[in-house]
DNA sequence: CTTTGGCACTCGTCTTTATTGAGTGCTAAC
DNA sequence: GTTAGCACTCAATAAAGACGAGTGCCAAAG
C-alpha cells in the first residue's frame, strides 16, 4: 500500500489516540496531536480518503474514525516504532524470572501471570515437544518386600517415577530380571512401539502372572504420553473485563470459556521461529471466537527437544509495540533460563565450583 | 427462632422462588406455589412479621420479599430438606471420577471443573497435610559420570526426585557415600531440622568440596516445603457471570481476583470434619470480598497424612440443598478413590490378580 | 382474634420526547 | 491544494409520562 507520508502520519495518529482513548478519534485531535499545522478541513479530507482505502472506519456518520483490521495491519507492519521495555517493567521481569525458580513448570506459571499482568491482557504459554520422546533407561528402588518404585528417565532428560504397591510380595531377583528385560526391550521406543503384543512378550519372557509388567508398561505408555502432549495454561483471564470492548458479558465470557479449553490454545497463531513476534489482528485469526481479538505470540527456545511458547489476548484495540517489546523480553529471559545446556550457576558464592542443576520431572 | 408451621412455610416458599426466580416474591406468589387456600392478604401480614423478625427484606416498598441472610441460615437449617443427587449428575460424576485417573493433581483438577460444572459455580479444591512430613529414605540413580538422578520417598509415600548434574564428575563410591550419609542424618526430619549448621556438618563428614551436598540438602528443604504447603486451584471462575449477581463487572472481576489468589483460598471457610458439609452465608463470611456471596465446601479423606477439601463460591441466592449433595457425593467419591488403603483394581479384568497402583510425586 | 376483599399509594421499569454537542461533509473563497 | 464557515447527522443524556406489580391499611366477615 503506498501512502503518502501525511497520510501515514494521519493514520498512525488515529492507530494511537484510538488505543490510547478507546474513543473514535476526530480530525480535531488528528490535528492538535500531529502538531503541523494543517486545518482540521483537511484532516478530514484525507480521512474521507484513508477510508475509501479500507485503512479506517466509521461507527456513524457523526463520530470520529477508528482504525480498521487492516489499518492497524499497515500500523502493526510499517509504521509502528518498536520500542523498548520500560525500566519498571524490564526491573519487574528481572525479578520474577528468578534463575532460582527449580520447577520449570512453576516457572511457566509464573511467567505468564507475570506477562499477564504486565500487559493487563490474559497470557498464555505452552510448551511442547518438537521430536519423538523415548525412555532412555529405567531402574527400581526397593522399598520393601511388596513395594518398589520406577524411576524413568526420558529421551529430554526428564524423570518421572512411580510408587507402585504389590499385594504379594516380589523377590528382588523378579526385580532384578524386570529392570533388565524392561531395560532392553522398552527403551528407546516411542510411545506407538509399546504394542498389548510387546507386553504379551515380556510378560512371558519373565513369566509374569501378577500383571505387574502390564502395569509398569501401562506407566511407560502413560508417561511417553503425557511428555509429547503440549501442556498449555492461561493466566489472568479476568484482566480481559478491564477492557471497555469486553464490557458486555456475553462477549467476555464466550471468550475466556474459549481460552480454558487448553485444545484450543494449542490452535492459536504461532510464530515460525525462536524469537520471532507474531501477531494476529482481528478477523486474521481463524477461530470464530476471536475475530474482534488480537494475538500476540512469541517463541522461545528451551534447549532440548523441547520449544515454547508464550502469547497474549486482547482487543484489536491493544498497544501492540508495548506488548510486543515485553514479551520479547520475557520470551529472552525464558530462553536464558531454560536452555543454554541447562546448567544453572549455584547460587551460594561461597562455593568454587558451579554444578548442573536442572529441576526435572519433579511434582 | 420459633416460627409457626405456617411462617416456615412461607419463608420456605420466598427462599425457594427467589433461588429459582432471582426476582423479589410477592404474596401473591406465594399463595400460588404454597396450595394451601390462604389469601394474599394474610400472607402479607405474615410476612411483615418475618420482615421484622429480620428474616425476610424489602429492596424497596412496592416490590416483593427476598430473603435476608439470617433468612437463608434458617432455611438451611431448619427448613431446607436434603436431597439426593440428581441421576443425571450422579452418572457425570461415576464417570468423570474414574479409577483409571493416575495422577492425583489431574483428579483434583478433574474434581474441581466437574464440581464447578454441575453446580455452575466457581469450585476450588485443595489438599494439605494433616501431620509432619519427613523423607524415609534417599536413593540415588547413577547416569553417567558426570549426572545422577535423587530419588526420595516422603512419609506420606509420595516419591520426588531431581536430576543432577555435575561440572567435574563423581567418583561411584563417593556416591555410595553420600546416599549412607543422607539416608542417616537427612531422614525422618522435618523440614526445620534441616539446618545450615547440619549441611555444613555432612559436607565436613563426606569431605564435600564442590558444593553438592548443599544442593542435595536444598532439594531436600525444597520437597519437604512443597509437602507440607496447601496445594489449592480453582476452576470455572467465569461460571460467575453467569448468575445476576454479577452482572456488575467490577464486582465480579473483584471477586474473581480474589479466588485467584491461593493464600486467599486457604483461608475460606473450612467443615471440622470429614463428610461434613460447610455453608458460609454472605455476611457470615470472614473475608470482605466475600459478604455477597456464600460457600459451601466438604472435607474429604485421602487417607495418608493428607486431607483434602472441595468447595464452591457463589451468589447467597444458591441452591444449597442441590449444591450440598453434589458437594457430597463427589467428596465421596474421591474419598474412595484417594484412601481405602490407596489399593485400586487393576482394569484389566483378565489378569488374576490385584495390584497396588498408587501413583504418587510424578508429574 | 384471625382472615379476607377492597382500594389507594409507592416506586422501579419502560417508553417517549426533547436537548445537547461532537464531528462530519460540502462549498465557496483563498 | 488548503481552509474557514455552516448546515446536518446522530449517539448520548436528560426529563417527563405511563404502566403495573406489589404493598399497607382498613373495615367487614368468620
Tied chains: 1, 2.
Excluded at 478519534?25 to 479500507?54: D, F, H, N, Y
Amino acid at each position: 500500500m503506498n501512502l503518502s507520508e501525511r497520510k501515514k502520519g494521519i493514520l498512525s495518529k488515529v492507530v494511537e489516540l484510538y488505543v490510547k482513548t478507546a474513543e473514535p478519534v476526530g480530525s480535531k485531535a488528528v490535528v492538535e496531536s500531529l502538531g503541523s499545522r494543517i486545518s482540521s478541513a483537511t484532516v478530514r479530507s484525507e480521512m474521507v480518503e484513508l477510508e475509501s482505502l479500507g485503512l479506517l472506519e466509521q461507527p456513524h456518520t457523526s463520530a470520529g474514525r477508528i482504525p480498521s483490521s487492516t489499518g492497524y495491519r499497515i500500523y502493526v507492519n510499517d509504521l509502528m516504532q518498536s520500542q523498548n521495555v520500560s525500566t519498571d517493567d524490564a526491573h519487574e521481569i528481572n525479578n520474577t524470572l528468578d534463575k532460582r525458580i527449580a520447577e520449570k513448570s512453576h516457572l511457566l506459571d509464573k511467567a505468564s501471570n507475570l506477562t499477564s499482568r504486565l500487559t493487563t491482557y490474559p497470557a498464555y504459554a505452552m510448551t511442547s515437544a518438537t521430536g519423538i520422546i523415548t525412555i532412555a533407561r529405567f531402574d527400581f528402588i526397593y522399598v520393601d518386600s511388596s513395594s518398589f518404585i520406577i524411576v524413568a528417565l526420558l529421551s529430554n532428560d526428564t524423570v518421572k517415577n512411580k510408587l507402585v504397591q504389590l499385594l504379594k510380595p516380589c523377590k528382588p531377583q523378579m526385580q532384578a530380571k524386570l529392570v533388565a528385560v524392561f531395560n532392553a526391550s522398552f527403551t528407546g521406543k516411542p510411545e506407538e512401539s509399546i504394542t498389548p503384543a510387546l507386553i504379551t512378550a515380556t510378560e512371558r519372557a519373565v513369566g509374569d502372572t501378577t500383571g505387574i509388567v502390564a502395569v509398569i508398561a501401562g506407566f511407560a505408555i502413560e508417561l511417553l504420553v503425557e511428555a509429547k502432549s503440549i501442556g498449555a495454561h492461561i493466566a489472568g483471564a479476568v484482566n480481559l473485563l478491564d477492557h471497555p470492548e469486553y464490557r458486555d458479558i456475553d462477549k467476555a465470557q464466550r471468550i475466556i470459556r474459549y481460552l480454558s479449553d487448553v485444545k484450543e490454545l494449542a490452535r492459536l497463531p504461532s510464530p515460525d521461529t525462536a524469537g520471532e513476534i507474531k501477531i494476529t489482528i482481528g478477523p486474521e485469526n481463524l477461530a470464530d471466537e476471536l475475530r474482534d481479538s488480537s494475538v500476540v505470540a512469541v517463541k522461545y527456545d528451551t534447549g532440548g527437544d523441547m520449544q515454547g511458547l508464550i502469547g497474549v489476548i486482547g482487543p484489536i484495540r491493544m498497544d501492540y509495540s508495548k506488548v510486543a517489546a515485553n514479551l520479547s523480553y520475557i520470551a529472552q529471559g525464558l530462553s536464558l533460563l531454560l536452555s543454554g545446556s541447562g546448567i544453572l550457576q549455584l547460587d551460594t558464592a561461597t562455593k568454587s565450583k558451579k554444578i548442573g542443576d536442572e529441576e526435572v520431572g519433579k511434582k
